[in-house]
């Protein structure tokens, strides 16, 4: 099979900071085809994310590795052992591998003439509404922006800043009846973070995600016996192997293909997840709609959804499932994945 990819500027409408970064003015992301030796074609992203080690070049890097193991590769309907070899290539890289993953899927489900949610049994109607995700910024910028996502009914604060407060009460006076989520991205301290826990409490806060650096499984699940709000790891849970030593010290974990490295690595992560009786949500990072739809696909298996990457941008390159202004999830009635070029 061949390989081709070209980088894609990502603009977002609003600078898009969180607690650790503010926002780069742009984002690179690559746009991943994959071609069969019958010349069926099937597409993913690579949403490169600095935290975990990636960028728009080390991903091209790793893209050329992969094309060399995609050269020897035949048969698409292998998907477990191109997998495997990807991950033996290239070691984490996990963004370029999501990329050929979903390029993957995409393709065999084109091939067989059925969206890769139905090749996998699952029924839309049962995917949980999306929260949209609202940045840290000056408060007339949070302001504005949350009066944009009005009709959102689910809405992610990202905090981690010494106006935490302050935020939460502005974006709880401007949305009263929607259900808030907050997202400290690793800011907090276990000190901090018990101490704001009576204010999250009052802010009726759905759940609190990542609270404490990604290593402090110890601090997480102190904090846990502490807290009436449900814990949910983002940082601290990147692949399967990380979700037993999480059981008793969070609620949940997060999942995003660009930090998992594949769907398949994802549906691991969910059973696993299971198994040890955690919820499960489901992420993104700052995506266009080719890889916001792979993620949909998986939708249907989890508790929490947040899949408003491409609905932060002013230039999606793309056009198939993802995030309706509702909260609710457009899910794809064409083959594979189920995106065109917009
Ligand atoms: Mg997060």
Redesign the pocket.
């Known amino acids: 099979m061949k390989l081709e990819f070209e980088t894609l500027s990502l603009e977002t409408r609003h600078p898009f900071h969180?607690a650790r970064a503010a926002a780069p003015p742009a984002r690179q992301s690559v746009w991943v085809r994959i071609r069969d030796d019958e010349g069926n074609e099937g597409w993913g992203e690579a949403a490169p994310t600095a935290y975990y080690g990636e960028t728009a070049d080390t991903v091209a890097a790793a893209l050329a590795r992969l094309a060399e193991v995609l050269e020897r590769a035949h048969d698409p309907f292998a998907l477990e052992a191109i997998e495997r070899a990807c991950e033996h290539a290239l070691g984490r890289n996990p963004a370029a591998r999501a990329a050929i993953s979903a390029a993957l899927h995409d393709l065999v489900g084109r091939r067989l003439g059925l969206p890769v949610w139905k090749l996998w049994g699952l029924d839309p109607a049962a995917a949980p509404l999306s929260s949209f995700t609202i940045g840290i910024d000056e408060p007339e910028v949070m302001r504005e922006k949350v009066r944009e996502a009005r009709d959102y009914p689910i809405l992610?604060v990202k905090v981690g800043t010494p106006r935490d407060e302050e935020i939460l009460a502005l974006i709880r006076a401007e949305a009263p009846t929607a259900i808030l989520r907050v997202?400290a991205?690793t800011a907090w301290t276990v000190k901090e973070a018990m101490r704001k826990l009576p204010m999250l409490e009052a802010y009726e806060v759905e759940f609190l995600?990542?609270p404490l650096p990604a290593h402090d499984l110890e601090g997480l699940a102190l904090l846990r016996r502490r807290s009436s709000i449900p814990i949910?790891a983002?940082?601290s849970c990147q692949v399967a192997a990380d979700v037993p030593r999480l059981a008793g010290a969070v609620d949940g974990v997060?999942i995003?293909l660009a930090k998992c490295g594949s769907l398949r690595e994802a549906l691991r992560i969910i059973h696993a997840a299971r198994a040890h009786r955690l919820q499960v949500m489901l992420?993104c990072m700052v995506e266009s709609t080719l890889g916001i739809a792979a993620a949909v696909q998986l939708a249907p298996l989890v508790d929490y959804v947040?899949l408003d990457g491409a609905a932060l941008l002013a230039n999606d390159p793309f056009r198939g499932p993802g995030l309706e202004p509702d909260g609710r999830l457009r899910f794809n009635v064409e083959p594979g994945l189920g995106v065109t070029r917009a």
């Open positions: 969180i992610k997202d991205n995600e990542q949910i983002d940082e997060n995003k992420g947040d």
